[in-house]
């Protein structure tokens, strides 16, 4: 059975430019997603690369299969610069046309015109391999997206694999219609779900990175860029709900800067900004990954140590409160000498809910203030359990 070349070709050539002129339709509302112009431009090369392929076998001009290769391999080598662009990765057009760059050459060389179209095809393997691996191992989110765009580009890159082994061996010739069952005959399906899947998913994976960042945006703190308060306190009560679960003890630290205002109030609120990144840069360095960070309001800050005894989280909330006076005592060249007090509190169990844990660790805290500042005080369960209410707040 013999294809319909021009029928089947008016399919792709039509499902690529619908496909390229989508992603250029979206990247046109949002003109920061440059991938969706890159593939889009790709796409539409690829269209009128089939054109082209067409006319070549209809006309018998070399010249119009000799543009389809060129064409094509655009294609290849834009699909594998967008996967890159999609996790910020350089890469330079330059790169991305070599391809094209070597067809044209390999054209010019009288042995080599005879196998053109696998060196073509060959030229595609690799930029589509490269490109589902780019994606694979450039992911830094868990988007869905993410793996059908990895698997279209493989499957793609395995599909241009059979057809160059067919043209190489013979089963099909370099300027034949293949047949419609045989391995070359796979790529003309093949490409259609390529063009309008890596369309469909590219627009899919943006989407869900835009909601991420949205969420992103809900739970952190702009300045510090850890958890605001909603999201701190409802990760900490389902942390607490996991140590209370494996019996497991849970320690809470809080901080407060010390004289935080008159920092304000002496060097300008852009130097009392950098101090408060400063201090949560210092404890993110000291903190375990299993660690709850997050600022409760102003210079307050609150940590959730799972599996922590007391002990063991005094002597880390220590080297936070050491490590921060030394390197704050010069910021932005001003002599600002910032430091920090903290209370710490523990559950055995992780009985108590986070609220209280964290007014038996203010407690602590503002006991720390009282005793002069720049220290750090374990919670006196009875102690604090008493005048918890009745804590006078020193900055």
Known sequence: MTLDLPTLSVMQ????????????????????????????????SASLGI?????????????????????????AGLMWKGARDIDRRPASYLLAFA???????????????????????????????????????GKTDRLFARWPLVGLNAVHGV?????????????????????????????????TVYALGTAVFA???????????????????????????????????????????????ASVVMFDLDRFKSINDQFGHAVGDTVLQKFCEMTCAVLRPQDLFGRIGGEEFAVIMPGCGIEAAYVRADRIRSSFAESSRFVGGQPVKSTVSGGVAMSETSAEALDMLL?????????????????????????????????????
């Open 99 to 137: 391809g094209p760059a070597a067809l044209i050459a390999a054209g010019s060389v009288p042995i080599l015109r005879g196998v053109i179209i696998s060196i073509s095809m060959g030229i595609g393997v690799v930029y589509s391999l490269l490109a589902a691996a780019t994606l694979y191992f």
């Open 203 to 249: 627009i899919a994976l943006f989407k869900e990175r835009d909601e991420a960042a949205t969420l992103a945006l809900a739970r952190t703190d702009a300045l510090t860029g850890i958890a605001n308060r909603a999201h701190f306190l409802d990760t900490g009560e389902r942390a607490l709900q996991r140590c209370r679960r494996d019996g497991m003890p």
């Open 13 to 44: 050539s039509f499902a690529m430019a619908l496909a390229g002129a989508l992603l250029f339709f979206y990247w046109a509302q949002n003109r920061r997603m440059t991938v969706l112009a890159v593939w889009g431009t790709a796409h539409l």
């Open 359 to 395: 007014k038996l660790a203010d407690a602590a805290l503002y006991e720390a203030k009282g005793d002069g500042r720049n220290r750090v005080k374990r919670a006196s369960r009875e102690a604090a359990a008493d005048n918890v209410s009745n804590v006078f707040r020193v900055a």
């Open 51 to 75: 054109i082209a392929l067409t006319l070549g076998y209809a006309l018998r001009q070399p010249l119009w299969s000799a543009a389809a290769g060129v064409f094509l391999t655009s294609q």
């Open 159 to 191: 599909g241009l694999l059979m057809g160059m082994y067919s043209t190489i061996i013979g089963s099909t010739g370099q300027d034949a219609v293949p047949a419609l069952w045989s391995l070359f005959g796979f790529i003309y399906f093949e490409t």
